[in-house]
């Protein structure tokens, strides 16, 4: 790399001075680092050789020490340089990553939905519903977060995200709410057990069963054993578990009997799984979750209405299983 300015000598540089090194100093360097010589980096950033080695030679004084040995008219970078080289290179990267998102948010083929919602929604209502949106719009993006409550609802109020997939009744703070559908509870059994044989279960079918439970501080965990509080029902409680799907898979390998979301339900019925109505009501409602202070992309509101086609299908489909005749 060729240069016709001094070497600097190294001296600890003070605070003011480091705070005068700018952006237009770092595209120096990185012009320098990236073409190889000063002649080259002069014609990458359209100037003249002598006014890149006057800027290098400026944020060497400001810094306090040489980056560059001078060798026989050339430059070679020193270890602060190539250390100082790694961390231009990352920044260098995320600048471009944001100027690429900012290009792409003005392109409809490149825009990104960012979508919350709890995981048993993930994977019992909001595939279909994206199935449907990618029909009509097959270049759409969408990021999917799981997350429980009640972060899920803290996120969704922060603004976070264009769009939320929650049960809670209750509208999170600058959110408004969509309802989607709203079920009853569904009781799942192993497939042969002695209960499969009715239609509807009663709370009293329960009584001395081995029984799969969502998580002690689960709000449907709660209204579940306040059912059988209130009718004086014990069950034989040994498993409990945060997720439906794996209250499901625990109740295929015969484990006990459970109560879950009609969605989960309907998603793993048959495989050893059977679904009965129940004698008594678990209300279960979906809602979806939109930002009132987050500007709204255009593809939040057609992903409604995907939903809301979904729940329609979802709930026909749960009304048709639950229609079949005990075995």
Partial sequence: MNSAHPPTPAHPASDAQAALVSHRHIE???????AGSVTSAAALLHSSQPTVSRELARLEQLLGYPLFERLQGRL?????????????????????????RAVA????????????CL?????????????????????LRISITPQE???LEEWMSAQRFDLGLSEQAATPP?????????????????????????AVLQVQDFANQPFVSLSADDPYR???????????????LHLQTHSAVAVCAMVQQGLGLAIVNPLTALAMAGSGLVVRRLGFSVPFSINALLPLYRPALPEAQPLVQSLEAQAQEVTAALQRLLSQPAN
């Fill in 149 to 151: 409550s009640p972060l």
């Fill in 105 to 116: 948010l003005g392109q409809s083929h490149e825009a990104q939905l960012s979508v919350l």
């Fill in 222 to 236: 709660r209204q579940i054993d306040a059912r059988f509080a209130e009718a004086g029902v014990a069950r034989q």
């Fill in 174 to 198: 600058g959110v408004q709410a969509v309802p989607l559908l709203t079920l009853d509870e569904v009781a799942v059994l192993p497939a042969g057990h002695a209960l499969a044989a009715q």
């Fill in 76 to 100: 070679r970078p020193n270890a602060r340089a190539l250390a100082l080289w790694d961390e231009v290179q990352r920044s260098w990267q995320g600048l471009e990553r944001v100027v690429e």
């Fill in 28 to 34: 120096v360097f990185r012009a320098v680092m990236t």
């Fill in 119 to 139: 995981p048993a929604l993930a994977h019992a209502l909001l595939p279909g519903a994206i199935a449907r949106l990618l029909r009509a719009q097959p270049q």
